[in-house]
């Protein structure tokens, strides 16, 4: 199979965005251009890394991070896994297309939880050089009913298992988590050393903020304590007053944590249909540039390192 091989961003795609230490608050919103916050004590992540994108708001542009992300860090030369773990959508698993082969068994992350298959053998290459993926499909809800043995361990189960068996084969893991807080996404947050949480300037809600920071806390609590909040990514970023008001509330919630603008881009929204990353389907555009610089503050690329 011939796999496509995804762009550097070599030049900056129109104007990038400015790293900073902390947000003036004096600046007028009419003279504030988006930055990168990126606070003294904030920790980058290094390879072999496991993220889950997370927010229980549908549409917090959770898969677009994923995708993105994933895009950015396969290009930097990562090998990269993408899981769904989102049976409602399923959008990951209809933009990142899995390649069958064209005989045998189709595994999902379902067939993980259910102890039908490893996780490797769930994992099937896209059309991206450096990108495979775990898929779902609706079937994916089994797991909210059915309870498996050991469900909020599953995942976690899953991947130590990889690693017992040798060298993983993957650096980076990124988790599309569903628009809930159930259990797969439970299971994802405890399988997870990071959670990186996109909230859409626009669509915020606080108290679903607080019941995500809830949750967090409880599986640091008692089934993943090494899990942190790495980033908050402002995803569809206007200019506004407001979202700067939001950010400032971000970063006092998740102190630790980058907070990175990505600019609103009409090409994000296009990609999915193209079933290709932004970065592919329009290297120029501004989300592409911002989630390339979010890659790279989030998990720096090898040469960096
Ligand atoms: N930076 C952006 N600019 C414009 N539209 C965006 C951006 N990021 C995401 N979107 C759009 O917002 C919608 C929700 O994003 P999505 O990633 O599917 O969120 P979620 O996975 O949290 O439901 C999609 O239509 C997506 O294309
Ligand atoms: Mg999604």
Redesign the pocket.
């Given at each position: 199979m011939n796999r496509i091989a995804l762009p550097s961003l070599d030049g900056p795609p129109g104007d990038r965005l400015e790293i900073v230490s902390a947000w003036n608050p004096e600046t007028p919103y009419q003279l504030w251009r988006p930055q990168i916050l990126v606070p003294a004590t904030f920790r980058p992540a290094a390879a072999p890394r496991t993220f889950v994108?997370v927010?229980q708001?549908?549409?917090?542009?959770?898969?677009?991070?994923?995708?993105e992300l994933a895009a950015a860090w396969a290009a930097a030369g990562y090998r990269v896994r993408v899981i769904d773990a989102?049976h409602q959508?399923a959008?990951l698993s209809v933009w990142l297309l899995p390649q069958y082969p064209n005989e045998g068994p189709r595994h999902s992350l379902r067939s993980v939880f259910f102890d039908e298959c490893s996780l490797a053998e769930a994992t099937y290459p896209t059309l991206f050089e450096g990108i495979d993926i775990v898929p779902s499909g609706v079937d994916l809800a089994r797991v909210e009913y059915e309870r498996p043995i050991g469900a909020e361990q599953g995942l976690a189960a899953a991947l130590a298992d990889e690693a017992k068996a040798g060298t993983p084969a993957y650096d980076v893991t990124v988790i599309?988590a569903a628009?809930s807080l159930g259990l797969v996404t439970v299971a994802a947050l405890s399988a997870s050393d990071e959670a990186l949480v996109?909230v859409?300037v626009g669509g915020l809600d606080m108290k679903g903020m607080a019941s995500l920071h809830k949750t967090i806390r409880s599986v640091q609590r008692k089934t993943n304590p090494k899990l942190r909040v790495g980033s908050v990514l402002l995803?569809?970023?206007d200019k506004s007053d407001f979202a700067r008001q939001l950010a400032s509330k971000v970063s006092e919630d998740y102190p630790e944590a980058a907070v990175i603008p990505?600019?609103?881009?009409?090409?994000?929204?296009?990609?999915?249909l193209a079933e290709q990353p932004v970065r592919l389907y329009a290297p120029k555009s501004?989300?592409s540039g911002?989630y390339d610089q979010a890659a790279r503050v989030i998990l720096p690329g090898r040469a960096a390192a």
């Open positions: 994108v927010n708001k549908g549409g917090a542009g959770k898969t677009t991070t994923a995708v989102d959508e959008a599309d628009p996109p859409k995803t569809a970023w990505i600019r609103r881009s009409v090409r994000a929204s296009e990609a999915p501004t989300a911002d």
